[in-house]
């Protein structure tokens, strides 16, 4: 214990003498390990980690396949054939409908994320109940008014009050009894607030009404192949009696892990494989350091070795102070590491899925620290073990000599910094090209005018119920009573507000990347394939005026539109419907029947708009007028003269004023709209230029290690050049032509290690090739000019040395 404290004590002297070494050793680790730990942490939160559910490896979703759709929910008749006939692979058979309600009487009235769930959704998640109980088969069958709240709304709403078990609270202005409140940290799906019975048994939807999403817990010793091969005996039978609505169906079954998340798996997993490349450069940063280090210690452990210090003694000085830089480089990481991953976090609130907090987790320290401590005692080690059992004699022969190490040493470490060129060179490109994806983006057209005039904000009104085992007309009847009318005074008392020159109000927003309404239709006279699908939305008469979508023909609807019947008898269709289902022709007159069955006729046509997202083409979608939509969660928007935003307290005024109980949410620009669908690549692109720019920086601090030593070593033959009549211009020539005999080699390699990368990012592209020649060329000539810059401070260094000078350096 003694020896192996000297060791350390040796080891800190020495390291304070040199805290330039020091600093640059412990700072590389710490850039190195912290990128990785960061990405981990988070990688590992969204991607590794059991989901915080009961038997959560047992629990999946059985998603719909039926071209031209596929992961999509089914209808109440296909839900219950799969509950009935799955051959008991499954242990519990449950589904959920998303359902946005406002919670009224309980103070300021609030919007919450409802979801319609059947019994077996709690028997899937083993009853995660923690107050009262949930609801099962009796309430469901009964068709009673009963909720399960979460317990974050208990909290926050309730204040944890044993006494909410019973009570009633007013749900879209409709009494509803809690019976229960969920455990502490339960949420699914994973905004959901509140539960509520299906009441599927009397569900009358017919086949293609598909909104139900199901959810199941496999039988213990079941994979999820299995019961899909179970399912799929149902899917064939159902697909043979009904070929009108089935033909082609097939169920498929994932496991639940596999899904959260999903959408990031790619983009996350090229950010983690970013952050290896920054730490395997940080790696060969730290082995140059190390051979340096060992290099200029040669002369030193020779003389030790000379007045009998032993091998063994010589060493555990060397691992010490490696020891110690690992150590101090880990400390350093693992103290950075939590304020890196909230930064990453706060990059993107919305994106990443919660169900594990994010949190610093000691295995990817132990890993990384492992992974760095093993490279700093190898090529620590190598250099003290040939110095230590160098002839004492022979080393202390010639100074300078002996300390240029020999040319393998030198070899190696212009091959490492050569690996760092070509690894930055990689990180470098696949940044330029996020880059260039996101500035062609932000180019394309939404198909939206003057999207920055335009505020816009969520609106939940409380809308009626389907009642167990009510007809979908009568359904349809009584919400449009309480909608309709509250549209109008929206729309005028908004339209009253000065600098507002026209008000929109709609299911969803244009271009917000926001699903909605599909289903199937027919046009009269028309043959159309077998796979189509056609978006609903359900507009007012100043839509198209306020988010300034062209009127290709025709007209749009009047104030009245919508009255005249139950249902919709009018219709709008975009561009990408007439070329697809009517090849072009004129659209104004025809006739199309949709998801009442009823013909509606088609009065005028409207430019496209990228509804999904400005790297989505747009899809055939038919407008129906607003005051037939027959649910309250609504979108509105004012058309302004000025600075849009500085009407936002007078747009939550006026919605008090006209309906107290209806939550305001969102309020925002439409530009900002557009943009937040652009979150996630912005998200990849922030963090993979970061990557780039720290590899860059370490493979630059590399470079410049190597030819400084290699300057300082060659004085006495640039002190010769000098003397024999070389200029200052010849010797940085020199220097900068043993720079670039580094730097070239590693950026042709990094150009080809970067067409492979090209190929992994491709999907996460748009508008570039993943190839492209002018993104390669650019990141080549900005690492080239970096790296020529780091080789012109050494040589102006040295240049400046005069002949004598450098002559008496020996």
Sequence with gaps: MTAFLDHFRHALRRLAAQPVFFATAVLTLMLGIGAVTSIFTVYDAVFLKPLPFRDADRIVRVLRDQPPVSSSPVSPPVLREWQAGHGGVFDAFGAWVPQTVSLTGEGEAVRLNAYLVTPGFWQVFSQPVALGRAFGDEEENAGERVVVIGEALWRDRFDRSPDVIGREIRLNGEAWRVIGVTEAGFRYPEDAQLWMPSFLPANTAGRGSNSFAPVARLRQGVSATQAQAAMRAVTQAQAAEFPDNHAGLTARVMP?????????????????????????????????????????????????????????????????????????????????????????????????????????????????????????????????????????????????????????????????????????????????????????????????????????????????????????????????????????????RLGSLPGVSSVAISERLPASGQGGWNGDFGIAGRELPDERLVEYRFVSPDYFRTFGIALKSGRAFNANEGDEALFPTTALVNESFVRTYLGGDDAVGAQVSTFDGGEKTIVGVVADVRQQGLDRPAVPEIYFPARTVPVGDLVVAVKTQGDALALSDSLRRAMKEVAADTPVLAVRTMDAVVGDTLALRRFNMSLSTAFAAVAVLLAVIGLYGVIAWSVGQRRREIGVRQSLGATRGAIHRMVLGDGLRIVLPGLLAGAIGAVLLGRLVAAQLYGVDAGSPVVMLLAALLLAAVAMLACLVPTRRAARVSPMTALRDD
């Design 256 to 492: 639940l892990r596999a899904l959260v998340g999903r959408t990031l798996q790619s983009p996350m997993s090229t950010l983690l494989a970013a952050a290896v490349v920054v730490l395997l450069i940080a790696c060969a940063n730290l082995a140059n350091l190390m051979l340096t280090r060992g290099q200029s210690r040669a002369q030193e452990l020779a003389l030790r070795r000379a007045l009998g210090a032993g091998t063994g003694r010589l060493l555990g000085d060397v691992m010490a102070e490696a020891a110690l830089i690992a150590l101090a480089g880990a400390v350093l990481a693992l103290s950075v590491a939590p304020f890196a991953v909230h930064a990453l976090l706060a990059m993107a609130p919305d994106l990443l899925p919660s169900y594990n907090a994010p949190g610093v987790d000691l295995r990817a320290i132990a890993i990384t620290a492992g992974l760095a401590l093993a490279t700093l005692m190898l090529f620590a080690w190598w250099p003290a073990r040939r110095a230590a059992s160098a002839d004492p004699v022979q080393a202390m022969q010639g100074a300078s000599r002996s300390q240029t190490g020999s040319r393998a040493q030198v070899r190696l470490r212009s091959w490492l910094v050569r690996i760092e060129m070509a690894l930055a060179m990689m990180l470098l490109v696949g940044a330029g090209l996020l880059i260039d994806s996101l500035r062609r983006l932000s180019q394309v057209d939404a198909g939206l005018a003057e999207p920055q005039s335009v505020l816009a904000a969520g609106i939940s009104m409380p809308a009626p119920v389907m009642q167990p085992g009510e007809d979908f007309g009568d359904w349809y009847a009584r919400s449009r009573v309480v909608i309709a009318p509250r549209i109008d005074a929206i729309v005028q």
